[in-house]
């Protein structure tokens, strides 16, 4: 399993952007599917957006479609958050995973995640 270690969280206003970084270590990155997961207080653990091995395939939930991209460096073992337009409603601990397959929204299908990064939009 791939070590994955999320930074960049901060305290932003509604409509600033933010780049959160998950950083790999352990595994052969390359090999995974990577995505970015969320969750908010007293809320469920909410799917974000996907990216694939190559990065050529990216898949997003519809609350962030648009606002956010996700993107991959294979060379650094990084793959990264591109949230622009931030929402209070986006306020949430943002989580990296890995997978060795691409396009699952379930939780449950990744191998490996970090420990989380803190976003808090205020309005």
């Known amino acids: 399993q791939v070590q994955l270690v999320e930074s960049g969280g901060g305290l932003v206003q509604a409509g600033d952007s933010l780049r959160l970084s998950c950083a790999a270590s352990g595994g052969s990155f390359s090999s995974y599917a990577m995505a970015w997961f969320r969750q908010a207080p007293r809320k469920e653990r909410e799917f974000v957006g996907t990216?694939?091995?190559?990065?050529?395939?990216?898949y997003y939930a519809d609350s962030v479609k648009g606002r956010f991209t996700i993107s991959r460096d294979n060379a650094k073992n990084t793959v990264y958050l591109q949230m622009d337009s931030l929402k209070p409603e986006d306020t949430a601990v943002y989580y990296c995973?890995?997978?060795?397959?691409?396009?699952?929204?379930?939780?449950?299908?990744?191998?490996?995640w970090g420990q989380g990064t803190q976003v808090a939009v205020s309005s």
């Open positions: 990216i694939n091995w190559s990065g050529r395939r990216t």
């Open positions: 995973a890995a997978d060795l397959s691409f396009g699952s929204t379930y939780g449950g299908d990744y191998d490996s």
